[in-house]
């Protein structure tokens, strides 16, 4: 059992701590830097994996200037997109919106959403959706 309180930077990203593991009384607590995580695609938008439970998911989705993700919906989840950084056009049902970095919206469940950047800057976004569509545990 790891001391009360330590941090474990033994990851496979261990040289720039993308990923740290926090042991607290025993606990393992997964810490990112989101700043380090991120990862784009020149052929699409990108989605890295950072929390995933059987409750909830949380992504970074990162889009450079002319991608997106396309219109969809999801039965039985909600869905929020925070903006770390850029500015996204995102519709939800039939409304659009742009959003900058420091705002939130939220898709509810069986509601059409997807965001473009039209931008000429990358576009980073925290994603959150509960519960976890992908998992049946």
Same mark, same amino acid.
Do not use: W
């Given at each position: %059992?790891?001391? %009360?309180?330590?941090? +474990? #930077?033994?990851?496979?990203?261990? +040289?720039?701590?993308? %990923?740290? =593991?926090?042991?607290? #009384?025993?606990?393992? /607590?997964?810490?990112?830097?989101?700043?380090e /995580?991120?990862?784009?695609?020149?052929?699409? /938008?990108?989605?890295?994996?950072?929390?995933?439970?059987? =409750?909830?998911?949380?992504? !970074?989705?990162?889009?450079?200037?002319?991608?997106?993700?396309k219109?969809?919906?999801?039965?039985?989840?909600?869905?929020?997109?925070?903006?770390?950084?850029?500015?996204?056009d995102?519709?939800?049902?039939?409304?659009?919106?742009?959003?900058?970095?420091?705002?939130?919206?939220?898709?509810?469940?069986?509601?059409l959403?997807?965001?473009?950047? =039209?931008? +000429?800057?990358?576009?980073? !976004? !925290?994603?959150? /959706?509960?519960?976890?569509?992908? #998992? =049946?545990?």
């Amino acid at each position: %059992r790891p001391p %009360r309180s330590t941090l +474990d #930077r033994s990851s496979a990203a261990s +040289d720039v701590y993308k %990923r740290q =593991n926090v042991y607290v #009384r025993g606990f393992k /607590m997964e810490v990112f830097v989101l700043n380090e /995580m991120k990862t784009f695609s020149k052929e699409k /938008m990108k989605k890295v994996k950072l929390f995933d439970t059987k =409750n909830f998911f949380c992504d !970074l989705y990162c889009l450079k200037p002319g991608q997106s993700q396309k219109i969809h919906a999801h039965q039985g989840a909600d869905k929020i997109y925070f903006v770390l950084e850029g500015i996204g056009d995102f519709s939800i049902g039939d409304k659009k919106k742009s959003l900058k970095n420091g705002t939130a919206v939220i898709a509810p469940s069986e509601v059409l959403h997807g965001v473009v950047n =039209n931008s +000429d800057s990358n576009l980073t !976004l !925290l994603v959150f /959706m509960a519960p976890n569509p992908n #998992r =049946n545990d």
